[in-house]
């Protein structure tokens, strides 16, 4: 439900902040993102090599909380608009990390934690949650929007990111 969030949760943030230039700067946020993929991918998994994928998850966790958390300190003022995107380029950088981290050590966890024989249908598994959390994205994000604010997300996505991290390494 975390990393959904920008599928989701962002672009109704953006625009209730942005007015306008909300979904240009979606669209900013969609292109650091794929530059930050192409960018960083071999680096982090060259610093990462020594941990175990199992070691990896958490600190993907801790890379969503951080950039999601970021975008709380966006200003609420629509006239603010250069320091908003500050604040979204820094915040799309820091959880597009732990896009990059989850999904290059995700299926190696899986595969050296199951037998030869299941680790297709483990992997499909994998997909399955992931997608079933895009899945549920909107209806949870939304119940919580209309009872609270878009706003209020963020904090909420930080804490779930957090709680995440924290009860992998337990």
């Keep these: 439900l975390v990393y959904a969030q920008h599928q989701f949760s962002l672009p109704l943030f953006l625009s209730s902040r942005l007015g306008d230039q909300g979904a240009w700067a979606f669209g900013l946020?969609?292109?650091?993102?794929?530059?930050?993929?192409?960018?960083?991918?071999?680096?982090?998994t060259y610093l990462s090599r020594r941990l175990s994928p199992l070691a990896c998850m958490p600190v993907a966790g801790l890379?969503?909380?951080?950039?999601?958390?970021?975008?709380?300190?966006?200003?609420?003022?629509?006239?603010?608009?250069?320091?908003?995107?500050?604040?979204?380029?820094?915040?799309?950088f820091v959880w597009t990390l732990g896009e990059v981290v989850s999904a290059t050590n995700v299926n190696a966890f899986i595969a050296s934690r199951s037998p030869e024989?299941?680790?297709?249908?483990?992997?499909?598994?994998?997909?399955?949650?992931?997608?079933?959390?895009?899945?549920?994205?909107?209806?949870a994000s939304g119940a919580f929007i209309q009872a609270y604010d878009v706003a209020a997300v963020?904090?909420?996505?930080?804490?779930?990111?957090?709680?995440?991290a924290a009860l992998m390494l337990l």
């Design 154 to 164: 963020w904090p909420a996505a930080a804490a779930l990111g957090g709680l995440g």
């Design 117 to 139: 024989s299941h680790r297709s249908r483990l992997n499909s598994l994998v997909s399955l949650i992931a997608q079933s959390g895009s899945m549920l994205c909107p209806l």
């Design 63 to 92: 890379f969503y909380a951080a950039g999601f958390g970021i975008l709380a300190l966006m200003p609420s003022a629509m006239g603010s608009s250069i320091a908003s995107i500050v604040v979204l380029a820094a915040s799309t």
């Design 29 to 44: 946020a969609m292109t650091i993102n794929g530059l930050t993929v192409v960018a960083c991918t071999m680096p982090l």
